[in-house]
């Protein structure tokens, strides 16, 4: 277990997260046919190749699932309790074939349950390709365990 408690959280901290993946065509297709997403221009190069991108993009949903799983290990693995939302996604460049994705998490706010017995943690992911380019960012709100609590039982 990696992750951070509640408290372990601070307001500002960015986490660069040193895991890295490059995005192959493999993933691009396995998760279109797991999500049922038939959209051709993630799929169809012939098609993909007579738009504004000239080749098939990555769907953006990987691209935002992609940049979870690179953070959870520096964030969330083992801490918590569950995922609450997923806020203000945008996909400012597109992502292809071949891209190498890393990501960065950057804490925006952070509160206690009315209990008092967790806290929700609201981070903001960016997504950059091997050129530096931003190609996605969200806000992910999370509740998280509280160390305290989990020492004491």
Sequence with gaps: MTGLYYEEFEVGQTIEHEKRRT??????????DMTMNQQPLHLD???????????RLVNGLYTMSLAVGLSIPDTTDGTIVANLSYDDVSHPNPVFHGDTLCAQTTVLDKRETSDGERGVVTMKLEVFNQDDDLVCEFERTALSLKKANVESE
């Design 23 to 32: 995005v192959s065509e493999s993933d691009n297709q396995q998760f279109c």
């Design 45 to 55: 190069e012939q098609f993909a190749s007579q738009t504004q991108f000239g080749e």
